[in-house]
């Protein structure tokens, strides 16, 4: 028995707050309305170079080789180190959340050995564990971490990270999904090798691609492997030929329609100036800290490394995580995220991402949050939301 | 020195009558620009259901579980080979074009041991030869074919070949990315057990996704795994998770606008019916192939086995592949295919493929085409193009 058409597309108004996707700029979503052309067309190749070089702006490299995977984040994570790593090699990662542990499974199924720096679920990697990990291997070829864990809400900051790889004439793959376009990266500055990011959380396009950015001593390891990648798909010697060949090898049909969305994205992220993005997203996540405070709300990320992209909220004791989100969604249309892995049911995760992070969504869900709950029987201590969070965008 | 945002995106005017990407359906264009929504959405969730079945009735199947996979069509390649094989297994791979040849180099990357049955680019593989592979090799796991293969344009039946993989108690795995919407894939009847294809081929979407279906025989195969899939991003059993649990865990952040596109799509493929849509396909091909043989051309494929979407033209002696091409592309705004590998420089491939797959498509690309090589001293023989495709629609 057939199914049928399904009926028209009307999905209901939300705000994105949650850990991503976040909400899409309009000329975004107006580029992809525009009609797809031949992946060989000149106009087509003109217009990826354009990507790859916005790209360059954003990551801050101008060396070694930008693309967007054509798949989400993940697939950029899985491409670093499907590409980076070959059977035997040893990895070390730093695992203090739900993609880093993801990082561990991937380099796994590439038959890595992995030695893993663990932290707690709210704190960022101690370099100097990292270091014991590089001492204690006889050769490591890798070092990965998250620099914007979105499971937890923790900065990691990567310069000692980066100077200790460095030394042990290492890799540093550095996930920025959550990162870019929010926080500076710097790759060349740092000393990334390998960085990959996702469309949908800070540079307000759909989710769809991973942006990614290859330094020229990680293409050399690249073009030195002794094995093929285990991915065809994802493997980056290949789809460098096509996307910065002098004659364009055919890999795949690329997505198209969301090369343009990212092209338009990236054109709206460099015209606003990304100091002054950084800027937003700084002082919008100032002003919902403040103002969650002042409810009585227990923050789970002290300050000093916590994301200005996502905040992570301890629920109260006595509400329900599932009736709270739900009231919110449905009564008032904005999204947060529930906990992840080790802080499911604990936690509320709100995102402050790209075109979702405005001084109106601030206030909205302080607005939201208080009233459901009070309605709940939780008593908004010190005072209102609304208030220390406008206090904090008066100054 | 930083490369700043790129100019405004307008890409030129193209009708796309290449091996694909074809063109876009308006109304397809027009649910890309839909906002996205958070990837645990109830609303979401009811809309990926929807997407599952209408793909159920596209590929002919009542069983299984079928998803559109996150990449292009080669992701839902490497997807079934990726999960259906493990290392040591062995696979009989059909491989009579550039298709062929790549699930013959994915396989191998999955450690499995490939034994490659081959046919002469232009002809399909025997169903003898298949045998013969099968009944050499102590256990076959898998048999692969290409339905449409989009460098050839050979259409490769596939009951015989079903019939004797079902006898030896192997998966048939079919790529279907050229055939799907335009050519009856029949999973259910004919017996295949995964089964791949891409949106912008015959579905009239941009290209971005893989819609997969897969057998229930295939899908405890994939269970009783006893390694993980050398792949993280396509790990079938994890998407499952997401697509097809009762609780939905989360997995990957989907490609949002790219679903929306696809949903769109599918339901102007089942409002049109099926039955229309292959008769539409047989048509026009037929209008094109009476006229390009009229003007004297040579196709490369018998009509027994030539695809309605693809249609496969020597190139005449005398006439510079990359001017024609360009002066069509150029000067008409008409996109058509070159050659891939052994046909490389030797043939032009023509694709009438889902909103490419028009009337006015057929006659125009005619009447060009018969312009420029007339132009460029080639004789046009017995007589007019667009005569003689006229006389086929006229019928």
């Known amino acids: 028995m057939p199914n049928g058409p399904v009926g028209e597309l009307i999905p209901p108004r939300r705000v994105l707050l949650g850990p991503g996707p976040s909400d899409v700029n309009p000329r975004v979503l107006r580029a992809m309305a525009t009609p797809v052309l031949g992946y060989l067309d000149p106009d087509f190749i003109e217009l990826m170079d354009g990507v790859a070089n916005m790209l360059r702006d954003i990551f801050g490299t101008e060396n070694g080789f930008t693309l967007p995977v054509s798949g989400t984040g993940s697939a950029g994570m899985e491409a670093g180190l499907a590409n980076l790593l070959e059977p035997g090699d040893v990895a070390v ?65 990567l310069e000692e990270i980066a100077a200790i790889t460095k030394q042990y004439n290492a890799l540093l793959l550095v ?17 990334i090798d390998f960085c990959y990011s996702g469309t949908q959380k ?12 290859i330094s020229e001593k990680a293409l050399e390891v690249i ?6 990648p285990r991915t065809w798909y994802l493997d980056l010697g290949l789809l460098r030929k096509y996307w910065a060949g002098g004659t364009r090898v055919y890999h795949h049909t690329p997505p ?10 990236l054109r709206v992220v460099l015209e606003d100036g990304l100091e002054n993005r950084y800027a937003r997203h700084e002082k919008n ?20 490394y916590c994301l200005y992209q996502l905040t992570t909220i301890e629920i109260p004791e006595g509400i ?21 892995g080790q802080f499911a049911g604990k936690a509320w995760r709100i995102g402050l991402m790209g075109e979702s992070s405005t001084q109106s969504n ?31 965008f008066n100054t």
């Open 175 to 191: 996930d920025a999904v959550t990162s870019l376009g929010g926080t500076p990266v710097n790759m060349d500055k740092i000393g």
């Open 202 to 213: 800070c540079l307000g396009a759909p989710p769809g691609l991973s942006p990614v950015a």
């Open 223 to 228: 073009e030195n492997r002794t094995t093929t």
């Open 285 to 304: 996540a100032l002003a919902l800290r403040a103002g969650l405070r002042n409810m009585g709300l227990n923050l789970l990320v002290p300050d000093e």
């Open 256 to 265: 198209m329609s969301m090369i343009y969305a990212l092209r338009e994205a």
């Open 93 to 157: 990662i730093g695992e203090n959340g739900f993609f880093g542990a993801r990082l561990v499974e991937i380099a796994k199924r590439q038959g890595a050995t992995v030695d893993v720096v663990s932290a707690d679920w709210g704190k960022p990697i101690d370099p100097n564990e990292i270091e014991n990990a590089l001492k204690r291997n006889e050769k490591v070829k890798l070092v990965a971490v998250v620099h914007a864990e979105t499971s937890t809400g923790v900065l990691q900051p």
């Open 362 to 392: 601030v206030l909205m869900v302080l607005s939201s949050l208080e009233k459901l709950l009070t309605n709940s029987g939780f008593e908004v201590g010190s005072g209102s939301g609304v208030k220390a969070a406008t206090e904090i």
């Open 320 to 340: 329900n995580d599932q009736t709270l989100r739900t009231s919110l969604r449905e009564d008032y249309g904005i999204e947060i995220g529930g906990g992840l």
